[in-house]
């Protein structure tokens, strides 16, 4: 598998070193450990971890800004695509945003014994992160199954300073979700969202990205 995580980096210009790859193995060992005593992942197969957590967040690796950013992963749950994404870039400040304690916990314990210290776990709902000094911080916010695309604008769009973006990791009924987060999308300082395929063989993952295009008004 180390080959197909190769082949998603070096398409996004990030070619894996070998400390880099042993880490993603590592985080892998540290989740699928954990989710024999609580609720983390679906997946419990290593081989289909590979492919479903580590490969699937490193799709979003031609989305990201080249250099140094601010990325917030919300309803960050196990850790994907957050932690990966910190193993790979780490002049990125990523920023785990879960509001279940245990799982935060989690990634807390996780990301101190990956070494990452670009890795900021926020214990909180990611609403109120982005009703409090973060409001408008970041660069990118990225999310995974955590919602509807009305939904995940909500939770996303404050979050991100205006020439940022959301990216959105959804399924293939994304266009169905879009007519029905259009309005909100506009009134929290979003842009025409575009779906673009992940790229991840076999799978029908698709990356919804949407910029912030205005500071939004915001939703109370």
Do not use: Y
């Not at 490969?55 to 749950?77: F, K, N, Q």
């Not at 799982?103 to 709902?125: D, I, M, Q």
Request: net charge positive; charged share 25%; proline share 6%.
């Amino acid at each position: 598998m180390s080959e197909h995580w190769d082949q998603l980096a070096q398409r996004a210009g990030r070619p894996l070193d070998a400390p880099k790859r042993r880490l993603l193995e590592r985080f892998l060992d540290l989740l699928l450990a954990a989710n024999r005593t609580m609720n983390l992942t679906r997946i419990t197969d290593r081989a289909a971890a590979e492919t479903g957590h580590v490969a699937d967040a490193l799709t979003l690796l031609p989305w990201l800004p080249a250099g140094e950013h601010r990325l917030a992963d919300v309803g960050s749950g196990g850790g994907v695509p957050g932690i990966p994404l910190a193993i790979v870039r780490p002049d990125a400040s990523v920023f785990l945003i879960e509001s279940t304690r245990k799982k935060a916990a989690f990634l807390e314990s996780a990301a101190g014994e990956l070494g990452l210290r670009n890795v900021t776990v926020l214990a909180e709902r990611a609403e109120h992160v982005g009703r409090g000094p973060l409001r408008e911080s970041f660069d990118v916010a990225v999310a995974r199954a955590v919602g509807t695309m009305d939904v995940l604008a909500q939770w996303c769009l404050p979050l991100v300073k205006v020439g940022g973006c959301v990216l959105a990791m959804k399924g293939p009924r994304a266009p169905q979700e879009l007519p029905a987060a259009r309005r909100i999308i506009q009134k929290l300082g979003g842009g025409q969202p575009a779906i673009h395929p992940a790229g991840l063989e076999g799978s029908e993952h698709v990356i919804v990205r949407i910029g912030k295009v205005r500071g939004g008004r915001g939703i109370r």
